[in-house]
């Protein structure tokens, strides 16, 4: 899997985001949400910042079967948060506390609904940005709940589970999906996890898989204490500021011919691109790599082809899948290839956005080649 990580000596994970031991953690507020179909009342947990600003991301743990009862903050990523370890950079987290009499996440639905519900809403939050996170039986949950509510969370991280046969790759089609196992995890052996990210990124969708050398017990603290991970996790679903595009130092200017005059019947709308585009412009395709690559997918990030704008310098089967969709909404033949046209297109600010797309302060500018 070209996209996998095999990171066993785990280097790039033991970064941990510490807190000083000044730094007191967060505090959890119990609630109740009672589920119909079981005809019981199920405990829940939420953290926020106080105060808490309308429009922040709301983070979903759901933890491991260990943790039925009343272990939902005992472990992992909640006591994490309670000691300080980590910290809460600006989101809402619910964490629902599964009861000893239940079996599997799914199995709580009619409940957890009542819970996203009521916390959006009590909160405010953006209800595009919604990441749902679990370790084993919670990553099974993750996969579960995805497929089961598609559309409703953006990204979605699941540490040590296993994967139903009924999930489809399809229902995270909108999804950034993260999978994370462990190498000598023999509670949940990591190939169906494996397997299932592999399933997604070949359907075209944003699906990253990593390996650690660890166990099952210890994927929590390599994953959640890990710098490196909390940026992917949350950080970037953090309240934004409209960031200023890095400035990439422009190609020295070729002299443009003289000017033709633009037809008079050029329809309403229509984008006329810069003389000469291949001039400034190579034809950028999949197995490609390098600046002008990231700075083009920046720039579709701001029209609202990618979820997020920490992008990789390759063009990549994600990329293709975008292309396509972006040539799709702007009338245009889908190759999958952004010729230098369609790269003018782009960074003109003309080009055709989706709903999703964000509002920067001023277009990001191309690469250079």
């Known amino acids: 899997m070209k996209r996998i990580l095999s990171l066993l000596l785990a280097a790039f994970f033991l970064s941990p985001l510490l807190a000083s031991p000044a730094l007191a953690g967060v505090r959890f507020v119990r609630h109740g949400a009672r589920d119909d179909k079981q005809n019981q009342l199920i405990t829940y947990w939420v953290t ?3 105060p808490t600003p309308p429009g922040l991301p709301l983070v979903i743990y759901l933890h491991g079967s260990g943790e039925r009862g009343e272990g939902a903050l005992l472990t992992s990523l909640p006591l994490f948060l309670k000691e ?6 600006g989101a809402v987290i619910l964490v629902p506390q599964m009861p000893s009499n239940f079996g599997q996440w799914i199995s709580l639905q009619n409940s957890l609904e009542k819970m996203i519900d009521r916390t959006a809403a009590e909160y405010q939050t953006d209800e595009s940005r919604i990441a749902l996170v679990g370790f084993s039986m919670g990553a099974i949950g993750c996969y579960d709940l995805a497929n089961l509510w598609r559309g409703k969370f953006c990204r979605v991280l699941a540490v040590s589970g296993r994967v139903n046969d009924d999930v489809e790759p399809d229902a995270f089609a909108t999804v950034e999906l993260r999978t994370m196992v462990g190498t000598r995890d023999t509670n949940m052996p990591p190939q169906s996890a494996m ?3 592999q399933l997604v990124e070949d359907a075209g969708y944003c699906s990253e898989a990593v390996q650690l050398d660890s166990t099952h017990g210890r994927m929590p603290n390599k994953v959640f204490m890990s710098a490196n991970m909390l940026d992917w996790l949350w950080l970037e679903l953090a309240p934004e500021v409209t960031p200023v595009p890095t400035v990439t130092p422009k190609p020295t200017p070729t002299p443009k011919p003289t000017a033709t ?3 008079t019947d050029a329809p309403p709308g229509a984008v006329t691109p810069e003389p000469a585009p291949e001039e400034i412009y190579r034809t950028l395709k999949k197995g490609m790599s390098g600046k002008d690559v990231q700075a083009l997918k920046k720039a579709m990030y701001w029209l609202g082809y990618f979820n997020t704008i920490n992008l990789s310098e390759d063009f990549n089967s ?6 396509k969709l972006l040539q799709k909404n702007n009338g245009l033949p889908q190759t999958g290839e952004a010729d230098p046209a369609l ?3 782009v960074f003109s600010g003309q080009a055709v956005k989706t709903k999703t797309a964000p509002k920067p302060s001023s277009t990001p500018k191309p690469g250079k080649k």
């Open 261 to 263: 005059p633009k037809p």
């Open 318 to 323: 994600v990329t293709v899948e975008r292309v």
């Open 84 to 89: 300080g370890s980590i910290l809460n950079p």
């Open 195 to 197: 397997d299932f990210a």
């Open 48 to 50: 926020a910042p106080e």
């Open 343 to 345: 790269q003018a297109l």
